[in-house]
């Protein structure tokens, strides 16, 4: 697993979402459309509430090696962001992915 989190640069993105999406193409190395059209909105858990309520972008797949998830969370405005990229060799990514958010809560301010 890799998990990132610092500032970032303007994307000139329209919303945090649209920003999101352009983290992922630039994990990937897929293009936006590609991106927009493979991710899914999948919350992390908020540290604060307690609740899925921080919206985030994830995309999933596999090949001959492992599942994979990546997900993503860029807050424009704020110049910040935060990603994490899972590999996982017995085909659990989706399901360690789920236990990643649960288990370890993202702190908003």
């Known amino acids: 697993m890799q998990f990132w989190q610092g500032t970032t640069t ?3 993105a329209k919303d945090d ?10 994990l990937t190395k897929a293009t936006i459309a590609d991106v927009t059209a ?10 604060t509430s307690g609740g899925y309520d921080v ?16 997900q993503a969370r860029v807050f424009e405005q704020a110049g ?12 659990s990514a989706p399901t360690v992915a789920d236990e990643i958010i649960e288990k370890d809560p993202i702190l908003v301010h």
């Open 17 to 26: 979402r649209e920003a999101s999406d352009l983290m992922l193409a630039a």
């Open 55 to 70: 919206d985030s972008r994830a995309v999933q797949g596999s090949n001959d090696a492992a599942t994979w998830v990546i």
């Open 80 to 91: 910040a962001g935060l990603s994490f990229v899972l590999d996982c060799t017995d085909g």
């Open 38 to 47: 493979a991710a899914s909105d999948v919350p992390f858990k908020n540290a």
């Open 10 to 12: 303007s994307t000139g």
